[in-house]
């Protein structure tokens, strides 16, 4: 059982939900990601995603693109991301680690390699935001060869013929795409998400995740609700950005323990 599914089996035992914060890799420097890794564990977080910086991510708002911007001038890519998780992995042997990212680095430094790497880092999953499920079948069986969770983002226009392709493929979690858009770019609107979110559970026993809207305490208690696990980004991004160094962890754990509370508030009173 990998740290991914055994941490949802361990939360749905306690009837919680996953807290799972992105952020990226190498902002505001590289200096400050293993702190900042360190510090959302300490405050509430169950997983955690890390972005690996790219010059073109499609599917991420101005805000998380901003945050590539930042560590690519730091130097920071794929190669120094892995090495940054390593180090955070050195001392933290529990929290589930899921590094986000594109095609294009990946193929650069070549899939074999890619694989080595994060297995020798002992990374428990990769979501690949431009692999097609039709175009990863032999990424897939090597993550699986070597005990990694392949995670596929669901949208919101994902039918139920490319659902069940996907699911077919997936290991891990599920993450359902909150909204038609980029990272933060909408607000949520839950009855959809809700319908959206008991349809796929009808194909699968896999935990669902559901990210890309999640902005505040209320909403990341509306979609604990329905699913089991929040992923949050953007807004984390947003305190980053908005944090000089002095104040920034201290502005993040803040952020994460409402974050945490509203969810476990939810989870205590669904009891």
Excluded: C, W
């Excluded at 590289?30 to 564990?41: C, D, H, Q, S, Y």
């Amino acid at each position: 059982m990998s740290r991914i599914q055994a941490t949802f089996k361990s939360l749905k035992n306690k009837k919680q939900k996953a807290l799972v914060p992105f952020f990226t890799a190498g902002d505001p420097h590289p200096g400050k990601t293993v702190e900042i890794m360190n510090a959302l564990v300490d405050s509430g977080a169950d997983m955690i995603e890390l972005g690996i910086p790219f010059s073109d991510p499609m599917a991420d708002g101005p805000v998380i693109q901003r945050a590539s911007e930042r560590a690519l001038k730091n130097s920071v890519g794929i190669t120094t991301t892995i090495k940054l998780a390593a180090e955070f992995r050195k001392n933290n042997k529990m929290t589930p680690l899921i590094l986000m990212g594109y095609a294009n680095p990946i193929e650069a430094i070549g899939i074999d390699n890619f694989i080595s790497l994060i297995k020798n880092a002992d990374i428990d999953g990769v979501i690949t935001v431009d692999y097609p499920p039709e175009e990863s079948v032999q990424f897939v069986k090597k993550l699986k060869e070597n005990n990694i969770d392949s995670i596929f983002l669901i949208s919101p226009t994902t039918d139920d013929k490319r659902l069940k392709l996907i699911i077919n493929q997936a290991t891990g979690f599920l993450y359902y795409v909150s909204l038609k858009g980029v990272t933060g770019s909408a607000n949520i609107d839950i009855k959809e998400v809700s319908e959206k979110v008991k349809n796929i559970k009808t194909f699968t026993d896999l935990p669902l995740g559901v990210g890309f809207g999640v902005r505040d305490a209320k909403t990341a208690k509306e979609v604990a609700e329905i699913s089991d696990a929040v992923v949050i980004g953007s807004r984390i991004v947003q305190e980053i950005e908005n944090s000089n160094d002095k104040d920034l962890i201290n502005n993040i754990r803040n952020l994460m323990v409402e974050i945490k509370s509203s969810i476990n508030k939810n989870s205590e009173t669904s009891e």
